[in-house]
């Protein structure tokens, strides 16, 4: 199908998300120490995630409207704003990253207590990796200043290795408008997994799923490793 924006009036742009402070967000009790953590590479961390946004495809508004509410609730956010719904692309992503290090770091956590456990390694996520927000815009702003940020060109796809983070932009202007995760990449296209997207609507379909993108529609990437 022709990758262009489709978009309704009851949803919310990716721009539209207020930035995170996380060091608001997450309060100093609930803050663990990442240099009391075992090192865990880039590499394996990234091809780890791929495997836990792989655990969510299929998951959608319309069958588990719970765990969207969670990925959003990470961030404080409900699953709509003024009566429209708010992406979750990158919150979803972003709470798949930390179910991921917590799962590698050995750090226990249950149905009960994981929001307040995977907000504790956000920070964490940040200083090693890559910036867990809701907004495309400030991850993409963070990996520019970490000198994480590959724009898409021919030189750069060759760079791109799975678990990668990927960014598009679908309309005219220069602000990205949706996250997912690289699975693999080709000369024609790139493979991905991404929240809240779908068949009619590119950003916020509603819908974890694995997607076939061209490059014309991806801004750049983040490298983890």
């Not at 750090?107 to 929001?115: G, H």
Request: glycine share 6%.
């Amino acid at each position: 199908m022709d990758e262009t924006l489709v978009k309704e009036n009851n949803e919310l742009f990716d721009h539209e998300i207020q930035e995170i402070d996380l060091e608001s967000l997450v309060s100093s009790d609930e803050q663990i120490d990442f240099e009391q953590l075992s090192v865990i590479d880039g590499k394996t961390f990234a091809l780890s995630l791929v495997e836990v946004c792989g655990e969510y495809v299929g998951t959608s508004r319309s069958n588990n409207i719970d765990q969207v509410a969670r990925f959003l609730k990470l961030f404080g956010l409900g699953t709509k704003s003024n009566g429209k719904w708010v992406p979750y692309c990158a919150a979803g992503l972003s709470f798949a990253a930390a179910k991921n290090f917590c799962n590698l770091a050995n750090i226990k956590y249950n149905s009960e207590n994981a929001l307040k456990i995977f907000r504790s390694v956000l920070i964490t996520l940040k200083n090693r990796y890559f910036m867990p927000t809701p907004s495309c815009y400030q991850m993409k702003n963070w990996a520019i200043k970490q000198g994480k940020w590959l724009p898409n060109t021919a030189t750069n796809r060759a760079k791109v290795k799975k678990g990668y983070l990927i960014l598009f932009q679908f309309d005219k202007d220069t602000l990205p408008d949706h996250v997912g995760i690289v699975i693999s990449i080709d000369s024609d296209s790139v493979q991905t997994i991404e929240f809240n997207t779908g068949d009619v609507d590119n950003i916020n379909g509603g819908t974890v799923a694995r997607k076939n993108r061209p490059f014309k529609v991806i801004q750049g990437f983040i490298k983890l490793y």
